[in-house]
């Protein structure tokens, strides 16, 4: 590889470019029309504009994409995470252009992208799984005659993408009809594909990741757990690395199976596999994602390794070369999104008015955000993540220092949320996730009442 096209935009477009930096290969960014000015175009050796507005006719635009790998001459693609990273089709139409796709084969990726292909991958290499839909709703009155079988609530989920979009659940029998509608929604707008199904729903798991790399060779190797409990709106907020307080056993379990499901379904590169697990035991494989994590900072920091540049090496046929490696310490990271806890961490849109990020010894920002830069939700409102990683309590009391050194004004609700966070019993001593209490949502439910108030 000598020149890799970035299909993507944001902080993920500009971690990406300064890992081909790091490498020695030159890059390329793309960008709509409102990211003319975005930071991951400044980042990139070359860039080139994708002439639209909206990420249909623009970073999902397949043809557009590789129209402009071919014009600048690039001989290798990342896509990142989102858009079209999980697009078995595109993934192929890159490959059949002479690109080095960076990833998950495409076969891999049609097996575990699509969620009901993946339970049944995972059925199969021994994983635990909650009760579900072996094929996508058609309707409201299939996921009801599901729930008279199986109990409430249930979750209604996209096949496809992940990220927490197309995901609706209903805790009564009328709420079924609304759930399936705003999840097929949801996932039509997101993916390009209405089809979703139903599991049923464990209100108060853990949500644990598994972060893996594997090769062409046979080789997995698991970098790290991840907790991800904290969230809202079934997306995540606050991630940890390793994920602490597992019972004994769980974690060569959770590391053991990972690792036959993506072996299993000829998987390279970087992926993730996902579970829950609530307070009385159960663990439940939940899905397989076959791109870059969002929450891939954390396990770096834990693990040493650089993984956009490992997955250069193994896209370009390299070996591993090494096992599961050893984790160092715990590490924490926070996403920073433009939204408004007070009113249901809804999206927030405009321009950024002032940016001062945190600095200082280990403080880690992976960033597309600056002054200036303007907040477009149809693009998405992840402004950055702030990973960072030491060793028990000193990694606990930087939580306060590095929000308080941050500023981003222009986005309602951050300073509330973020005092909110800092008194919080779980940032502070960890005593909800050690007592496996911290479900899915949790934040949402227990803090949106004191953000609202202002108090």
């Not at 001459?73 to 960076?102: K, R, V």
């Not at 056993?249 to 596999?273: E, P, Q």
């Not at 409102?381 to 941050?406: I, N, S, Y």
Request: proline fraction near 5%; hydrophobic fraction near 40%; charge should be neutral.
């Amino acid at each position: 590889m000598r020149k890799v096209l970035i299909a993507n935009r944001g902080e993920i477009a500009v971690r990406i470019a300064r890992a081909c930096r790091d490498a020695g290969l030159a890059s390329v960014a793309v960008y709509a029309s409102a990211d003319r000015d975005a930071v991951h175009v400044r980042a990139a050796d070359e860039a080139v504009p994708l002439n639209g507005t909206t990420p249909a006719d623009t970073y999902l635009d397949m043809s557009k994409v590789l129209r402009v790998a071919a014009h600048c001459g690039a001989d290798a693609l990342h896509p990142g995470y989102g858009f079209l990273a999980e697009s078995a089709e595109f993934a192929q139409a890159a490959l059949d252009a002479g690109l080095t796709w960076i990833g998950p084969p495409p076969a891999a990726i049609r097996r575990l992208g699509d969620k009901l292909s993946a339970r049944q991958g995972a059925r199969q290499a021994g994983a635990p799984l909650l009760p579900g839909m072996t094929a996508p709703v058609s309707d409201a009155a299939q996921v009801a005659a599901f729930v008279r079988e199986h109990g409430l609530p249930v979750v209604i989920k996209a096949a496809a993408g992940g990220g927490g979009k197309g995901v609706a659940v209903a805790r009564s029998a009328a709420e079924i009809p609304d759930a399936c509608a705003r999840a097929m929604r949801a996932s039509a707008a997101a993916n390009g594909r209405a089809e979703c199904f139903a599991e049923r729903y464990l209100d108060h798991a853990r949500h644990l990741e598994v972060q893996c790399l594997a090769d062409s060779h046979g080789g997995v190797a698991v970098i790290s757990t991840r907790d991800c409990s904290l969230q809202r709106r079934h997306q995540k907020i606050v991630e940890e690395a390793p994920a602490p307080f597992l019972p004994a056993g769980l974690d060569a379990r959770l590391r053991a199976v990972s690792a036959v499901i993506l072996r299993a379904a000829g998987c390279t590169g970087a992926a993730t596999c996902e579970f829950l697990f609530d307070p009385d035991g159960a663990l439940a494989f939940l899905e397989a994602n076959t791109r870059l994590a969002v929450a891939h900072p954390v396990s770096e920091e834990v693990a040493g390794l650089d993984l956009v540049r490992e997955s250069f090496r193994i896209a370009e046929g390299g070996a591993l070369g090494y096992g599961d490696p050893e984790v160092r310490g715990h590490a924490l990271q926070f996403r920073i999104y433009a939204e408004d806890p007070g009113r249901g961490f809804a999206p927030t849109q405009g321009t950024v008015r002032a940016w001062r990020p945190p600095s200082g010894p280990g403080v880690r920002l992976d960033s597309g955000t600056e002054q200036d830069s303007v907040v477009a939700p149809a693009f998405g409102t992840l402004l950055a993540k702030l990973p960072g990683g030491q060793f028990g309590q000193q990694l606990v009391g930087r939580v306060g220092d590095d929000g308080t050194r941050r500023e981003d004004r222009g986005c309602a609700g951050r300073a509330q949320l973020a005092e909110v966070l800092r008194r919080d019993d779980a940032a502070n001593h960890h005593h909800d996730v050690a007592a496996a209490r911290t479900g899915q949502g949790r934040l949402q439910r227990r803090h949106q009442g004191q953000v609202a108030g202002g108090q």
